[in-house]
């Protein structure tokens, strides 16, 4: 039977984590590790909070909690991967919910592919949170991704206006594949065993990997700190093996607020950390500018409309589009070393702007 970890990265979130962790624990498959990479300055207090409040109902788990001394989620995400010796890894925010057979229902995607075909399954996310009586409802059908709250005649102006862009939100849209296409695989077979979509890019808040596809290529890319992270490291691993949905692998994101960057700043990485990412891993050879230059611009509009339909003084996520779209020139003309040490210092200096 295989075994899995969870890996927590979290940053000053202490009172959430302390609910979201709960819902590892009782998983009907426990894991074998906890892992929580804590960045925030006093993370040794909430090492001791955790750990004594779990030190009865977490017996048989291994809880690991350490700091970081950056405060970068790719940092933070490969210290945890040092600490993993399970044979799958559970990539989850702070603010993740799991039901409780999520990762029973995960797992079995993983034993049933004999093949090795699979390096990684993401779970359904849901938009209900775990409910008490859950275990009477583990069988109720759950393959229904997650509605909208709004109703057809309920739609404003703005919404009318913005649906024929709504598929440049698709996640597809958001990166720029470095071999120039996505990879897709056979999972026919498997599929008649488990409940399984093909995708080709994950989200990180339900992302989890084979250990030693993740370990193959070297872990999270740490040229970023944070934003399409998750769509970088999913990426490098479909260029070896399928990446699945586990249609049954229910999971809640509560999305919490705090400590969450300035719209601003997130609308300046949201454009350039693909770019740079692309840049840096790219085997495409011809019309790169073209691809650069067409996302960057297509980004940019996206953000524009973001402060359209949700005014916002200042329009802030149109000023980061307009930053980064200055950047550009700059990062196309850099090779990848000069990349490599250049744009980690200038993130980290974006992101210490008050």
């Not at 004594?52 to 291994?62: D, R």
């Not at 919910?97 to 993401?122: N, P, R, S, T």
């Not at 692998?249 to 609308?267: C, D, G, M, P």
């Amino acid at each position: 039977m295989l075994s899995w970890s969870a890996i927590i990265p979290t940053l000053n979130r202490g009172a959430i984590l302390e609910r979201s962790l709960p819902t590892i624990v009782a998983q009907t498959r426990p894991p074998k590790q906890i892992i929580v990479v804590d960045a925030s300055d006093e993370w040794e207090l909430s090492k001791t909070r955790i750990l004594n409040s779990f030190a009865l109902t977490a017996k048989s788990i291994e809880l690991i909690y350490v700091g970081s001394d950056k405060k970068s989620l790719t940092y933070q995400q490969n210290i945890g991967l040092n600490f993993c010796d399970s044979d799958v890894v559970f990539y989850l925010d702070d603010d993740s919910f799991m039901y409780i057979d999520c990762a029973e229902e995960i797992m079995e995607v993983y034993e049933q592919d004999e093949e090795d075909l699979v390096g990684g399954v993401m779970a359904l996310m849901v938009p209900q949170p775990p409910s008490t009586r859950e275990k009477d409802q583990k069988n109720s059908p759950s393959d229904n991704l997650v509605q909208t709250n709004k109703q057809p005649n309920q739609l404003n102006l703005w919404d009318h206006f913005l649906k024929p862009f709504h598929k440049l939100w698709h996640i597809q849209n958001l990166f720029i594949p470095y071999d120039g296409t996505y990879h897709r695989y056979d999972i026919s077979e498997l599929a008649k065993k488990t409940s399984i979509n093909n995708v080709v890019l994950f989200h990180g808040c339900r992302m989890t990997f084979r250990t030693s596809a993740l370990k193959e290529i070297g872990g999270f890319e740490e040229l970023i700190s944070r934003t399409v992270n998750d769509l970088d490291v999913s990426y490098r691993v479909s260029r070896t093996s399928a990446l699945v949905l586990a249609r049954r692998a229910k999971l809640f994101h509560e999305q919490t607020a705090v400590s969450r960057i300035h719209r601003y700043k997130n609308s300046v990485l949201v454009i350039l950390n693909p770019i740079a990412l692309f840049l840096a891993h790219r085997t495409v050879q011809h019309g790169v500018n073209i691809l650069v230059v067409r996302f960057a611009l297509s980004r940019a509009l996206l953000e524009f409309l973001r402060d359209c339909a949700n005014p916002n003084r200042g329009f802030p996520h149109a000023r980061g589009a307009w930053l980064a779209l200055r950047l550009l020139p700059k990062l196309m003309q850099m090779n990848k070393q000069q990349l490599r040490e250049w744009y980690p210092r200038f993130q980290a200096e974006l992101l210490d702007k008050k």
